[in-house]
């Protein structure tokens, strides 16, 4: 891994800043720093709060930004299992230690070493669903009497993410620019015995919680054990952007972002310095747009001006 380098910015250097709606992402990074409660709509202007405390780094590990999108699932399952829920969901084994590897992707699946357990928090009627809620690591399940369960993220097994997405560029099936979520759905439904060999291969597994402490009308749990918000949360690589921290985004493509968002959340897929997941919310619409979102860019973190001396007085 590259050693990351740091350069100073102004906020003038931001591409959109002043334009920005301040006090929405303040209520946001409010909501996630306890230190900063006590911090009122009334008492505070939201750009120049940012502006005073903060100071604009670019953090760059030689490496191209990478923009993708995820969101809150909306699926039917059970929570028992049924003729047509027959693929579950597990919660964290009691012999799980975190870090260390566990079983694959591939061994809990074929030779099914968790099953009968009491381990199966819920039930899915696809395993392609299965794999997706994982890589989201959050969703809503609506249940056969009209309720509905949500699940967070409980633990990893302690093997390595790997994208399914890029292996089959790497097969010549896909370009890059035609990878997205739906496309990966469609190929692994298409390809029925092919396809489900081809979500083995990411042995990274995934296992839930059901989260009954978090308000319906409000997201899911981030990493921080924090509400996640549509358009204003991403997940980043806490190795080079501190969890709770301001970041400027500046997202290319073809619906341009330039919003100060706020890194709550992490992820497996998500590593380097230039590297994020914009939160775009809950339900079917919500993943239309996070599935497409495949972008580069830039991104700024705004940190502490105590830190930033500190980082760009120990780089000189």
């Known amino acids: 891994m590259a050693k990351p380098t740091y350069t100073l910015l102004d906020f003038d250097d931001l591409q959109g800043w002043r334009d920005d709606d ?4 303040l209520e946001v990074f409010r909501a996630t720093s306890s230190e ?4 009122t709509k009334s008492t505070v202007d939201p750009r120049l ?10 953090i760059a590990d030689g490496n191209p930004m990478l923009f993708t999108g995820y969101f809150e699932p909306e699926l039917s399952g059970s929570r028992e299992p049924t003729a047509t829920y027959r693929y579950p969901l597990y919660v964290v084994p009691d012999d799980l230690v975190p870090g260390q590897p566990f079983h694959t992707r591939r061994a809990i699946e074929e030779d099914q070493p968790l099953a009968n357990k009491g381990l199966e928090l819920a039930w899915l009627a696809d395993p392609v669903d299965v794999f997706f809620l994982q890589v989201q690591g959050s969703g809503r399940i609506k249940l056969p009497d009209g309720s509905v369960m949500r699940v967070g993220f409980g633990a990893k097994n302690g093997h390595p993410y790997s994208s399914i997405g890029k292996a089959l560029v790497a097969r010549g099936i896909f370009e890059p620019k035609q990878v997205s979520a739906d ?6 439904r298409d390809n029925g015995a092919e396809g489900r060999a081809l979500l083995l291969e990411n042995e990274s597994y995934v296992f839930f919680r059901e989260v009954s402490e978090v308000p319906a009308e409000m997201g899911p749990l981030g990493a921080m054990n924090r509400s996640i918000t549509a358009g204003r949360s991403i997940a980043v690589d806490p190795e080079f952007t501190p969890l709770g921290a301001p970041v400027w985004i500046e997202k290319a493509g073809t619906a341009p972002m330039h919003r100060l968002m706020v890194a709550q959340d992490t992820g497996s897929a998500i590593k380097g310095a230039q590297r994020a ?5 809950t339900g079917d619409a919500a993943g239309q747009i996070a599935g497409q979102i495949n972008e580069g860019g830039r991104m700024v973190v705004l940190l502490p001006t105590a830190q930033a001396d500190r980082l760009l007085a120990g780089q000189g």
Request: without cysteine.
């Open 49 to 58: 709060f940012f502006e005073t405390h903060f100071r604009p780094v670019l």
């Open 22 to 25: 301040h006090r929405a992402a």
């Open 183 to 188: 496309t990966i759905r469609r190929w692994v």
């Open 277 to 281: 997941d914009i939160f775009f919310g």
């Open 36 to 39: 900063l409660r006590d911090v």
